[in-house]
């Protein structure tokens, strides 16, 4: 039996990451990296750096999401309010996703990750929409993992385009009013196929949601941190998840019933 010292010095010598339990980890994490242009403009660089250093946190966060596993990790990248930014800078966040997607296919392949996109992904530029069809083509078949990117995604145009589908098939008898249920919702949103969020975490200090899975971060865990995304690291990614396990999700019933 080591000694309450020796103890001691045994937890705090153990990585952050053992100290996660395996068996309570979240289904489906989602991201808001958030912070690209402030981390850039307090070295003095432009926005742009802060971008291309963002793609390291991406890596290391899907790598870290695949030694777990959590099987569903989904992170926003553009949003439809993105296409406002000067148009400077949508060129360099557009050129950066082909060179990322070129460069992170090894990763996905090595890691057997399935790539997935939402969004309003026709209003991509070209080379950048055919970039993303053909990695997540060739990534299709992949069951270890689904990464999901959010590009030029808006919750409120998800829910619009839904509520569009679902009208006209009741003009058409396809179906009945009284047959919309959450999960007939649920079946039109970009999201189909991923379960509800449990944890989404936003970088960058901003606590806000800024249009993203409105729909299904209902009963979500939020994580909130300051860290400005191209600092983001596995063990930022770790420490968000030992909160996580901390919490308890009551979905509307008392502790009691929770624990009797
Ligand atoms: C997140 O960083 C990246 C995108 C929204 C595309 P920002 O570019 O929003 O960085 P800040 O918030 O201005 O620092
Ligand atoms: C949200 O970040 C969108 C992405 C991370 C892609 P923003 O930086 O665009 O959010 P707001 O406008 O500050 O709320
Ligand atoms: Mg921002």
Same mark, same amino acid.
């Not at 360099?92 to 990322?100: A, C, D, E, I, R």
């Not at 409105?214 to 995304?229: G, H, P, S, V």
């Given at each position: 039996?080591?000694?309450?010292?020796?103890?001691?010095?045994?937890?705090?010598?153990?990585? &952050?990451? =053992?100290?996660? =339990?395996r068996s309570k980890l979240p289904r489906h994490l989602a991201v808001i990296m958030d912070g690209n242009g402030r981390w850039a403009k307090k070295q003095g660089f432009f926005r742009s750096f802060g971008h291309e250093n963002g793609t390291e946190a991406v890596h290391e966060v899907v790598e870290a999401c695949a030694e777990l596993p959590i099987p569903f990790l989904t992170l926003y990248a553009f949003?439809?309010?993105?296409w406002n930014r000067p148009k400077s800078e949508?060129?360099? &966040?557009?050129?950066? &996703?082909?060179?990322?997607?070129?460069?992170?296919?090894n990763t996905l392949q090595k890691n057997k990750i399935r790539l997935n996109a939402i969004g309003n992904l026709e209003a991509l530029p070209k080379k950048?929409?055919?970039?993303?069809?053909?990695?997540?083509?060739?990534?299709k078949s992949n069951p270890h993992m689904t990464l999901t990117l959010a590009l030029s995604y808006g919750a409120r145009e998800e829910i619009t385009k839904t509520i569009k589908e679902i009208s006209?098939?009741?003009?058409?008898?396809?179906?009945?009013?009284?047959?919309?249920?959450?999960?007939?919702?649920?079946?039109?949103?970009?999201?189909? =196929?991923?379960?509800?969020? =449990?944890l989404l975490i936003r970088t960058s200090g901003e606590q806000r949601i800024s249009n993203f899975l %409105?729909?299904?971060?209902?009963?979500?865990? &939020?994580?909130?941190?300051?860290? %400005?995304?191209p600092d983001y690291r596995k063990d930022h990614l770790f420490e968000a998840i030992l909160d996580y396990q901390?919490?308890?999700?009551?979905?509307?019933?008392?502790?009691?019933q929770l624990n009797p």
């Open positions: 039996m080591p000694s309450e010292e020796n103890l001691v010095t045994v937890i705090f010598s153990m990585n &952050l990451v =053992d100290h996660i =339990d949003s439809t309010e993105n949508v060129k360099t &966040l557009m050129k950066l &996703l082909v060179s990322s997607l070129k460069k992170e296919i950048a929409y055919q970039e993303l069809m053909d990695v997540m083509e060739q990534t006209v098939k009741v003009k058409n008898n396809l179906i009945s009013p009284s047959d919309i249920d959450e999960s007939v919702i649920n079946n039109h949103l970009y999201t189909r =196929d991923l379960p509800d969020v =449990d %409105l729909w299904q971060i209902a009963y979500a865990e &939020l994580y909130f941190t300051d860290t %400005l995304w901390n919490r308890e999700r009551r979905f509307g019933k008392t502790s009691e």
